[in-house]
């Protein structure tokens, strides 16, 4: 394919300098973003991955059930890793298992105390991250999808 030639989406296979930049801006906004909210977790006692299947549990759109099933999904985890980072969780007190009522084969699980505890630490501290470096995230986002002149 030729240089500035579309693909069948319409695409132009072409990258400009600044798009490069723009993405690596965008991917550094990024990770600098998701390495605060890492040690944020770890200052709260707990791992980065329980952290995500704990606000995975209490951040469910409504009407979904925090099975193990949806929360695998969600998180976008084989099956039996969510079984294995749930059951760190309930060994450490902070979720609670518990049968469905519905459906008897089905688990569900839930913060306890503890659990909304430490999720509340983490959550209030990247809300306030976001809140004052979101503008710059959402600037290099901007430049990164704007529709080249």
């Known amino acids: 394919m030729r240089a500035g030639a579309t693909d069948r989406r319409g695409l132009s ?8 930049q723009a993405l690596a801006e965008f991917r550094y906004e990024l990770a600098s973003f ?3 909210r890492r040690r944020a977790a770890q ?14 549990i ?18 976008r985890l084989q099956h039996h890793s969510a079984v294995e980072l749930t059951t760190r969780l309930v060994d450490r ?3 609670r298992r ?25 959550v209030c501290y ?5 809140r004052e470096e979101g503008p710059e995230l959402l ?3 901007a430049r990164l999808v704007k529709r080249p002149s």
């Open 139 to 141: 600037r290099s986002l």
């Open 58 to 75: 209490k951040g469910l759109p409504e009407g979904k059930k925090p099975s193990i099933k949806q929360v695998a999904e969600q998180l």
């Open 98 to 122: 518990e049968r469905s009522l519905e459906d008897r084969r089905s688990i569900l699980l839930s913060l306890t105390k503890e659990g909304e505890r430490a999720l509340d630490e983490v």
């Open 93 to 95: 007190g902070l979720v």
């Open 13 to 20: 296979k072409a990258v400009s300098q600044a798009e490069y």
């Open 43 to 56: 200052n709260a006692g707990i791992e980065p991955q329980q952290y995500e299947l704990m606000l995975a």
């Open 34 to 36: 998701l390495r605060r």
């Open 126 to 130: 990247s809300l306030t991250q976001l």
